[in-house]
């Protein structure tokens, strides 16, 4: 009896808290809430050539684990495989006997499972299994279950696959608290794929592959330090493939996804394949290049990068002479906040509708309301004010306004209590139920600034001369050191993007992150150490938007030679 029909044998009461989470899941949600994504067959080939999972290996004597097999995506071409191999091997017994230890795989979702179930003993019938050994071998091979949580003996000798993509708010509280005491992955705001690239390598044999697709966030964002760390620390990243521009899975996807293979051995020199065609027949030649020992000479669509990992650093994967330049840089100024600048993010409110309005006509005392910046406030690379404004509930040195000194604000807010209310925010503090989720200082309105939109092809950014406070999507910078207009000719120029490019994550289309964590990486001189004449052409370059000025500046101030300006494709003339 499977575990799901044991599971549907008991009433939800009779079950301890994680596995009545874990039957919930199984039995209900969507695709998305289920962070089921499929991939393309000619994808899922590639991957499993890249693993070493091809039909030249004895695959009938190893082992290969799939945790999340979805619809078979993955499972129906590797069994096609091992099928291929163990009936042109010399091998004596049934197929039950022989191949009964060669696949483990792991589906939580009851129908899914069902359904995959039925192609998986529909392939080996195919294969001319009898229909006996077909049944059994799929009973053997498929768990329905949770594979952070599934009990999975062994080691293997591939790991492959597309893991789930959910957000932690997606899983109930009590199997996050599960997946938490059992996985050191898990940090900050992980998704619920670093703990299945955790167990995944820990299952791996010795030389033994794992082939994953799946978003490349957790390669710089802050949350994936921990995985960074683990792979760094005991194994090879052997592949990285930027599927950047493709369409890799049957639906569009935000996140930028990336193919690795990693490997449980030493580490060495990781080969860089960017945007590949999704043709067959080439990614079959480009899988046979990339396993070669030493790439061939004139082949320009592979590189080879070392020392990608390195404790929980980000994985810088850009081209070598961007990665010289960053490394120079960081070894000869300091970061931004360093330099005297502090980088920040605008308000969250938690209830924008209530909390936004046009300044005019909200129906506050005058010293409640702050005008507001917001993203749309941004029009070719200036700040044009739509005349919006921020209601601020609390007082200049800290804690909220009492509202029985302001009756008009006291009346909107109450106007809108229900939605206030219903925030997290003033449920969790019902004294302070209408407070914003961030605290606004004032003074922060009325000083020089610089604003940056979160998701940008470009850095976009603009100079607020101290007129408005910023919204929660837009970053800002100030310092009492820099000029803000000469700091704003260096984030406008190549450095800024180089130094975002390689430490944040893309998006579809070719978007980039500008938040706060990767800003806090750019390098800048010290103020005092600017010439003055230098300081004057970083301002008027900025002032005039004039971009190729700010690169000659910036350029100038970095002391890049021709080479490091061309790498940032510029020029210092």
Not at 161 to 169: A, C, F, H, L, S
Not at 184 to 190: F, G, L, N, P, S
Not at 503 to 523: C, D, E, P, V
Request: contains cysteine; glycine residues 6%.
């Amino acid at each position: 009896m499977t575990t799901s029909l044991k599971l549907h044998q008991l009433s939800l009461p009779e079950l301890c808290p994680v596995t009545a989470a874990v039957h919930a899941l199984a039995t209900s949600g969507g695709v998305e809430a289920r962070g089921a994504v499929f991939t393309r067959r000619e994808v899922v080939e590639f991957i499993l050539d890249l693993s070493g999972y091809t039909i030249d290996a004895p695959l009938h004597r190893l082992r290969l684990l799939e945790p999340s097999f979805g619809g078979g995506d993955f499972l129906v071409p590797a069994i096609e495989r091992l099928l291929k191999v163990w009936q042109s091997s010399d091998c004596d017994k049934d197929a039950f006997s022989a191949l009964r230890d060669c696949i483990r795989a792991v589906e939580l979702h009851h129908d899914t499972f069902i359904q995959a179930k039925a192609l998986v003993i529909a392939a080996l019938q195919d294969a001319h299994i009898p229909s006996k050994d077909a049944q059994a071998l799929a009973d053997c091979w498929l768990i329905q279950g949770d594979f952070l949580l599934a009990d999975i003996p062994g080691q293997f000798d591939f790991v492959v696959g597309n893991p789930p993509y959910v957000r932690q708010e997606l899983i109930p509280d009590v199997l996050m608290a599960e997946y938490r005491a059992r996985y050191k992955t898990i940090y900050d705001r992980a998704d619920l794929y670093i703990p299945f690239i955790e167990r995944s390598l820990s299952h791996l044999t010795k030389g033994g592959n794992l082939g994953f697709i799946c978003a490349d966030r957790w390669m710089k964002n802050r949350y994936g330090g921990p995985l960074r760390h683990m792979v760094a620390s005991g194994f090879h990243l052997k592949v990285y493939i930027d599927m950047t521009a493709t369409q890799a899975f049957h639906s569009d996807v935000i996140a930028y996804p990336a193919i690795t293979v990693i490997s449980r051995q030493k580490a060495g020199a990781t080969r860089i394949v960017h945007s590949p065609e999704l043709d067959g027949a080439h990614l079959k030649r480009l899988a046979s290049l990339i396993a070669e020992k030493a790439l061939p000479k004139g082949e320009d669509a592979i590189r080879e990068m070392a020392c990608v990992t390195s404790g929980d650093e980000p994985w810088i994967l850009e081209s070598s002479d961007q990665m010289d330049l960053v490394r120079r840089l960081e070894g000869a100024f300091p970061v931004l906040e360093e330099a005297g600048c502090k980088v920040g993010i605008g308000v969250a409110t938690g209830a924008d509708k209530v909390f936004i309005a046009p300044f005019d006509s909200l129906d506050v005392e005058p010293d409640r309301k702050l005008p507001l910046a917001m993203t749309r406030d941004i029009v070719d690379g200036r700040l044009e004010w739509r005349g919006y404004s921020v209601i601020n509930p609390f007082k200049d040195e800290g804690g909220l306004v009492d509202l029985a000194k302001y009756p008009r604000l006291r009346r909107y807010l109450e106007t809108h209590k229900e939605v206030i209310g219903n925030r997290h925010v003033a449920k969790s503090q019902p004294s302070s139920w209408y407070r914003t989720i961030d605290r606004i200082t004032p003074s922060l309105a009325k000083k020089p600034k610089l604003l940056i939109p979160d998701i940008k092809g470009d850095a976009h950014v603009v100079y607020d001369d101290g007129t408005l406070y910023p919204h929660h999507n837009l970053y800002f910078i100030l310092s009492d050191d820099w000029d803000m207009r000469a700091l704003q000719a260096v984030l406008l120029s190549g450095i800024a993007r180089l130094f975002v490019s390689v430490y944040s994550t893309k998006m579809r289309g070719g978007y980039l992150r500008f938040q706060a964590q990767y800003l806090r990486r750019i390098r800048v001189p010290l103020w005092k150490d600017v010439p003055e004449d230098l300081r004057k052409e970083l301002s008027e370059a900025a002032e005039k938007q004039d971009l190729p000025a700010c690169n000659r500046a910036v350029f100038k101030l970095y002391g890049l030679t021709p080479e490091e300006c061309a790498a940032l494709g510029g020029n210092g003339d």
